[in-house]
């Protein structure tokens, strides 16, 4: 929450397109804090997460909700609470593992969106060890680092 504050105050005129996050991105203190900002964002969420059933009536783990079968994507048009927040739902069964994305825009999207996020990685590796090893710059100062991770960041999107 404090990195997306300081990436606001450092780049106030640039708009946030759709924050791309992983399974560690969870719960409702961060969920609510994109909301009441209204970000887009693409969040995967982990296989356990418990959502509402259709009556309303029980919880159940967000894979339920989804039947897929391998090489299907869904995505629900109505809002589901998650964490306390209306969101919409997407899933997609590549293996054994579904993935569901959680979004609060274009739920149709969110699958192929949040694949971008692979981009994202494979950049974070090579900054990590496959070339740059940032980690033996030896920087000290976070707000420089930050400043940095964030530039890189735009560079890529």
């Known amino acids: 929450m ?7 105050k450092i780049f106030p005129e640039q708009a946030i397109q759709r924050l791309l996050m992983d399974r560690e991105f969870k ?3 961060w969920l ?15 296989s356990n997460t418990l959502v509402p059933n259709k ?16 090489g299907e994507t869904m995505a629900i048009r109505q809002p589901i609470k998650v964490w306390g927040q209306m969101v919409y739902l997407a899933a997609s069964k590549k293996g054994n593992d579904p993935m569901v994305i959680i979004c609060n825009t274009e739920s149709w999207r ?3 969106d949040y694949l971008q996020r692979l981009q994202i990685e494979t950049m974070f590796q ?3 060890g496959r070339g740059f090893n940032l980690e033996e710059t030896h920087l000290k100062d976070r707000d420089k680092i930050s400043k940095l991770l964030c530039a890189l960041a735009l560079a890529f999107c």
Not at 2 to 8: A, C, D, G, S, V
Not at 33 to 44: A, E, K, Q, S, Y
Not at 55 to 70: G, S
């Open 2 to 8: 404090e990195l997306l504050q300081k990436f606001q």
């Open 27 to 29: 719960g409702k203190r």
């Open 32 to 46: 609510k804090f994109l909301v009441h900002r209204n970000w887009p964002f693409c969040i995967r969420v982990p």
């Open 55 to 70: 009556h309303q009536n029980r919880l159940l783990p967000v894979t339920r909700i989804f039947l897929l079968t391998t």
């Open 110 to 112: 969110a699958i192929e």
């Open 126 to 128: 090579a900054m990590k």
